[in-house]
């Protein structure tokens, strides 16, 4: 086809497509189809032989549907005749998921080839495909990025401090980004920049959910809106170095908006996918592209773009919701982030959750579904592009299932990829898309959930299960990837090109930990503030604070009488010492192993680990000194303690006895938080505490003689009580009061430097099992982040 002289002449285009690129002259016709003569051939049984025809017409160009069977769509409707341009959309024989072309300007293509330089194919991602805004560099000797109106690029996201990041112009004419101490970071090409870090042209600069490419003198801005696929590519896993395999080349596509079901029999490695896909355990090989980039290359800046919510609920159930989100939305915000601001943000979250109703209530007392609800919303807080839930209707009845699916529904067509993994199937036809993994962690199904039964050969969802339990040697995954069905949605539906090198880039790949939104002091503050709040809310652990210690000091005060004599003081003393270990160690005992879902996944997203543990130890400190004095009061105020002269080692006695079981019940209650940091079932903790106080009992010093017998003196140094008793036992001289073979012990001796020792010991004991506390704690982070150095 030839134009006429003097008539506009249609540009000149190229159309992308998954197989390649294709240069449009305005000289001559493309014919679209499964005819290999076709110009641009698209191996997809939904296309027909000849389907459709790209002619210019005057100064544009024309799609004609050739009276298809499947229909052809152009930016999202479908059509005969259409005009299109730069920019425009087709997609041949599937609205949703067909194949997928995408028109540019031939310079536009040319100009996109070498950037951005992180990213696979950018016309085939939303993202990337077309640049937000365009803003020339050339006048400019820097250029200000932040939240607050006065930047010259202004970011309206609450993730995105006040004054962020500056990109400056070098006097050698190259640029550099400098990070201003944002508190969720600036990243080049995926890694965060600590301060300054130059910029080369196709670099990707990433704040917030936006990305900034170098293109000449000019600074493209593109907005992760929502709208992003995931590629997944033969992802395997394996452990026992290897010799057991838990996915084995998982591979599909997850289109834009869509919702995602991971279904299969216990032991199909759905939990491993999730793992490998939220980068949290990443692939041993393999790549997951997000958007057209690499996640785990890029991991460090797009966490923030992942949502997680784990079986488990990880809020506090004695919080309402409200509380409970704000809470969340001040650890996850930047410092200079307003209380309205952030108040905002989560009534925001809260409308859309449909949970108006509910703000105020407690959240032990809602029901199963919108519990779920108010754990979607602390994920929302931060607006993430990808949304995984594990296991989300676990334990609910049909209807509260149905109702939660339906919620995902809502949450993928409002502008998010949603993948759900499940048990259930009560719900399926709901979703976009089924993922169906085999024993093994292999990929049986990937398609409509309306069509699986039937690939499957059966009618109910029962029988398709017990056929996988009961024919485990049958090469489901061998028997799909030979499937029309396997070639009709996975390897034609417009996916990334295969990415080269994915096991080398996967294993030499060291991601970096997440930036904390707040301060250690400011993340302090909030966890105390947060844990304050549950505890009140506690009735079962508000009465046993108050009563414990009243029960024990009364039962010191029994035994001491008005005077510790021969008769009494040995008891007294007993009395005191075990009832300062059993309100320590009981306060701590339950309270890491009840949180541990909701520490890791607060981890995830940048909590640190000192302050979580501080902010245990200063509010269970508080509590356990508190009632430790309370303890010692009740027992011996007012009681004639005989120490010699009246006076004890340093001070008077009963401050220096109240001050020894202070420092015994902080003791033990570190002591309980390292059992509670050992154990993985909340349930073990309760035979454990008993034991605990037994071998306190035992250990103490007034049951059995310790100084000079082997090994068992040794493993008293480690109990906290051996070195209390000795203390109040050194400030009123107990081997003066009960002469005796158990009084006559060294550390009972009547001296400042013995009793310094005592207490220096009740410290350092306090001390280790701290810092063994917050190494167990290390055991329950993410798998990426225990290959961190230790904060």
């Known amino acids: 086809m030839v134009q006429r002289p003097g008539v506009p002449t249609a540009p000149e285009l190229v159309l992308e497509t998954a197989r390649g690129s294709t240069e449009m002259s305005p000289g001559?016709?493309?014919?679209?189809?499964?005819?290999?003569?076709?110009?641009?051939?698209?191996?997809?049984?939904r296309v027909s032989?000849?389907?459709?025809?790209?002619?210019?017409?005057?100064?544009?160009?024309?799609?004609?549907?050739?009276?298809?069977?499947?229909?052809?769509?152009?930016?999202?409707?479908r059509v005969q005749e259409w005009s299109v341009g730069p920019g425009s959309e087709l997609r041949f024989g599937s609205a949703e998921d067909g194949p997928r072309a995408v028109l540019v300007g031939r310079a536009a293509a040319r100009a996109a080839e070498p950037r951005p330089s992180g990213v696979w194919r950018p016309s085939l991602t939303g993202t990337f495909r077309q640049p937000t805004n365009i803003r020339p560099l050339a006048a400019r000797t820097a250029v200000r990025i932040g939240r607050a109106p006065e930047n010259d690029l202004v970011i309206d996201e609450l993730i995105v401090s006040r004054l962020h990041a500056e990109l400056r112009a070098l006097a050698d004419g190259t640029y550099e980004i400098a990070d201003l101490g944002s508190h969720n970071g600036t990243y080049l090409n995926g890694a965060r920049v600590d301060r300054a870090a130059r910029v080369a042209e196709g670099d990707i600069v990433g704040v917030g959910h936006s990305a900034f490419c170098l293109v000449g003198d000019q600074l493209q801005e593109y907005v992760d809106t929502g709208?992003?696929?995931?590629?997944?590519?033969?992802?395997?896993?394996?452990?026992?170095?290897?010799?057991?395999?838990?996915?084995?080349?998982?591979?599909?596509p997850v289109g834009a908006n869509c919702l995602l079901a991971v279904v299969g029999p216990s032991g199909a490695g759905k939990s491993t996918l999730l793992g490998a896909l939220t980068g949290l355990r990443p692939a041993d090989s393999g790549t997951v592209l997000y958007d057209g980039r690499d996640l785990y290359r890029d991991y460090a800046e797009l966490r923030s773009r992942i949502g997680l919510?784990?079986?488990?609920?990880?809020?506090?159930?004695?919080?309402?919701?409200?509380?409970?989100?704000?809470?969340?939305?001040?650890?996850?915000?930047?410092?200079?982030?307003?209380?309205?601001?952030?108040?905002?943000?989560?009534?925001?979250?809260?409308?859309?959750l449909g949970l108006v109703q509910r703000a105020d209530q407690p959240i032990h007392s809602l029901s199963g579904g919108q519990r779920k609800r108010v754990s979607?919303?602390?994920?929302?807080?931060?607006?993430?592009?990808?949304?995984?839930?594990d296991e989300p209707t676990s334990g609910l009845d049909p209807g509260m299932d149905r109702s939660v699916m339906h919620m995902l529904r809502g949450l993928a067509d409002d502008g998010?990829?949603?993948?759900?993994?499940?048990?259930?199937?009560?719900?399926?036809?709901?979703?976009?898309?089924?993922?169906?993994?085999?024993p093994g962690g292999r990929v049986a199904y990937f398609g409509p959930p309306d069509e699986a039964l039937a690939f499957f050969g059966f009618e109910e969802w029962p029988e398709a299960f017990e056929a996988f339990e009961n024919q485990q040697d049958r090469d489901w995954a061998g028997e799909y990837r030979g499937s029309p069905v396997h070639r009709r949605y996975v390897d034609v539906t417009g996916r990334m090109p295969r990415v080269a090198g994915d096991a080398d880039r996967v294993a030499g790949a060291v991601a970096q930990p997440p930036p904390k939104a707040q301060s250690w002091g400011s993340q302090l503050s909030t966890l105390i503030r947060r844990y304050a709040a549950v505890l009140s809310t506690d009735r079962t652990f508000l009465v046993i604070m108050v009563v414990l210690p009243f029960v024990m000091g009364a039962m010191a005060r029994a035994l001491a009488g008005s005077e510790l004599t021969p008769e009494t003081a040995l008891n007294a003393l007993f009395i005191l010492c075990n009832g300062g270990v059993l309100t320590g160690a009981a306060n701590a005992v339950r309270e890491l192993v009840k949180e541990r879902v909701i520490y890791q996944r607060e981890r995830a997203v940048g909590l640190s680990r000192s302050a979580y543990l501080m902010s245990k130890v200063v509010v269970l400190g508080t509590i356990t000194v508190v009632q430790a004095v309370v303890l010692t009061l009740v027992g011996l105020a007012g009681v004639k303690l005989n120490a010699p002269d009246g006076k004890g080692v340093l001070m008077p006695p009963l401050i220096e006895i109240t001050l020894v079981v202070a420092l015994l019940s902080f003791a033990a209650m570190m002591l309980g938080l390292l059992i509670s940091a050992l154990v993985r079932k909340e349930e073990v903790t309760m035979p454990l505490l008993v034991l605990l106080v037994m071998v306190n009992i035992v250990f103490c010093g007034t049951l059995l003689k310790l100084s000079g017998v082997p090994v068992i003196e040794q493993l008293a140094w480690f109990v906290p009580s051996r070195w209390a008793m000795g203390a109040m036992a050194g400030t009123i001289d107990l081997g003066a009061i009960v002469p005796g073979k158990l009084t006559q012990d060294p550390l009972f001796d009547h001296e400042a430097g013995v009793w310094l020792a005592n207490v220096a010991k009740l410290v350092a004991l306090a001390a280790l099992y701290g810092v063994l506390v917050a190494r167990l704690l290390r055991r329950y982070e993410p798998a990426v982040m225990r290959k961190q150095p230790r904060r």
């Open 28 to 45: 001559r016709t493309y014919h679209v189809g499964r005819d290999p003569l076709c110009e641009i051939c698209l191996d997809d049984p």
């Open 49 to 77: 032989w000849h389907h459709a025809i790209l002619r210019p017409e005057g100064d544009h160009w024309t799609v004609e549907d050739e009276h298809s069977t499947n229909g052809t769509w152009a930016d999202g409707h």
């Open 227 to 252: 709208s992003v696929s995931l590629d997944v590519q033969d992802l395997t896993v394996a452990v026992d170095r290897g010799r057991k395999v838990l996915m084995d080349g998982v591979s599909f």
């Open 309 to 352: 919510v784990p079986q488990d609920d990880i809020l506090h159930a004695q919080l309402t919701v409200r509380r409970a989100l704000v809470y969340a939305a001040e650890l996850r915000f930047p410092q200079d982030t307003a209380k309205a601001e952030r108040e905002a943000r989560v009534d925001e979250v809260i409308r859309e």
């Open 376 to 389: 979607v919303a602390l994920e929302l807080l931060t607006k993430p592009s990808l949304l995984f839930l």
């Open 416 to 438: 998010r990829t949603v993948i759900v993994v499940t048990h259930s199937v009560l719900s399926l036809d709901v979703c976009d898309r089924l993922l169906f993994l085999a």
